[in-house]
């Protein structure tokens, strides 16, 4: 499928490189007909690379600012990437509805107080501190929150849904092969399939030097595959080279080549 068209992109209004014309300029180049623009949502503690209150006005404000200057060329959305961190914020339409946003990815970067992409020794020190060293159990967590957002809350996209692999090539720490694993997977793609949800196939730790293959790993994927869960292609771009980082590889295992949920606008 020729995929011209990415919703997954952060820029400097949240922990992007790149302004977001850049990113606009650089989609134009591409040849897209769409751009999402996806900043990291609101959270209620301070976190360096997301968006407070006033700047995720602003945000939303200067993308459709861009929207209006470039309408003869190219379609650009603004949605964000909703954290779901279970009793503090969860990616929901009604929750949203006061920003005037397109869509909505929802996205596990939390599992209780532990990050999962920071950096892999973040990681560590977490599961050791909140869960006693268990691994096992650390992503086991994340998962049963992966399968409580995607059922409970209205969003469009399921965002990198198995970012605890992110430093487990360059730093192992299990074994995706596992049993147990797998099982945690097969659970997620039958709760996904039965939320209709769209999943993307995110090429963004490829582009980062951490992985050598896209979120939802190859087992992960079939396992969506086979349950014709609708697919999008999205490079989860942190500056505006990596835009389409991945599309020759990747573009023939997505199933859709636009957000068919747009327009669909969350106001309220
Ligand atoms: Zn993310
Ligand atoms: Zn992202």
């Known amino acids: 499928m020729q995929i011209s068209t990415n919703y997954h992109t952060h820029c400097t209004f949240c922990d992007g490189k790149s302004a977001a014309e850049e990113m606009v300029n650089a989609a134009l180049e591409r040849g897209f007909t769409e751009l999402g623009f996806s900043s990291h949502?609101?959270?209620?503690?301070?976190?360096p690379g997301t968006m407070d209150e006033p700047t995720a006005r602003a945000y939303v404000g200067e993308i459709r600012r861009l929207a209006d200057a470039y309408a003869d060329r190219i379609k650009i959305w603004c949605g964000i990437e909703a954290d779901y961190l279970a009793g503090v914020t969860v990616p929901d339409r009604p929750y949203y509805a006061s920003f005037g946003l397109?869509?909505?990815?929802?996205?596990i970067h939390y599992v209780g107080k532990v990050p999962v992409d920071h950096n892999p020794q973040l990681l560590a020190d977490g599961i050791r501190e909140h869960f006693g060293g268990d691994v096992?159990?650390?992503?086991?967590?994340y998962f049963a929150a992966e399968r409580e957002m995607?059922?409970?809350?209205?969003?469009d996209i399921v965002g990198h849904p198995d970012l605890i692999r992110k430093f487990n090539q360059r730093?192992?720490?299990f074994d995706e092969s596992a049993a147990w694993y797998r099982e945690e997977l097969q659970?997620?793609?039958e709760c996904i399939t039965a939320s209709g949800k769209i999943v993307e196939i995110n090429t963004g730790a490829i582009a980062r030097g951490w992985l050598t293959e896209?979120?939802?790993?190859?087992y992960f994927l079939e396992l969506l595959q086979s349950r014709n869960v609708p697919l999008l292609l999205s490079s989860?771009?942190?500056?505006?080279?990596?835009?389409?980082?991945?599309?020759?590889?990747?573009?023939?295992?997505?199933?859709?080549?636009?957000?068919?949920?747009?327009?669909?606008?969350?106001?309220?």
Request: proline share 12%.
């Open 41 to 47: 949502s609101m959270l209620p503690f301070s976190e």
């Open 102 to 107: 397109d869509y909505l990815i929802g996205s």
């Open 136 to 141: 096992g159990k650390f992503i086991r967590a």
């Open 150 to 155: 995607v059922s409970r809350y209205d969003f």
């Open 171 to 173: 730093h192992p720490y």
């Open 187 to 189: 659970n997620t793609a």
């Open 214 to 218: 896209a979120y939802p790993s190859p």
């Open 236 to 268: 989860d771009a942190h500056n505006a080279s990596a835009i389409d980082y991945g599309f020759d590889r990747y573009a023939s295992m997505a199933t859709l080549d636009r957000l068919p949920t747009l327009p669909r606008p969350l106001r309220p």
